[in-house]
């Protein structure tokens, strides 16, 4: 099951909501999906941090190599059509 971080929900509100022939709400639209993008990077971020903290507690060794993080956030928000 899918889920919507508060950014896509605030996306479809404003696809759903404004008129798109109006450059304005094509502005907010690209802004939002900045944001968006941003918003994965703290996620996944976030969870890196948090998985090498208990990793290191552990003494157990963390790489770059694991992606995990966003496998999740792809698995867990990825709202585009596959």
């Known amino acids: 099951m899918t889920q919507k971080t508060p950014m896509q929900e605030l996306l479809e509100w404003v696809r759903a909501t404004l008129p798109m022939d109006l450059d304005t709400p094509r502005m907010i639209e690209e802004k939002i999906e900045s944001m968006l993008e941003k918003e994965k990077e703290v996620i996944i971020q976030t969870s890196v941090n948090a998985y ?3 990793y290191l507690d552990n ?5 770059d190599s694991m992606n995990f993080p966003e496998e999740y956030y792809n698995e867990t928000f990825n709202t585009k059509e596959r």
């Open 59 to 63: 003494q157990a060794k963390v790489d």
């Open 52 to 54: 090498t903290a208990g």
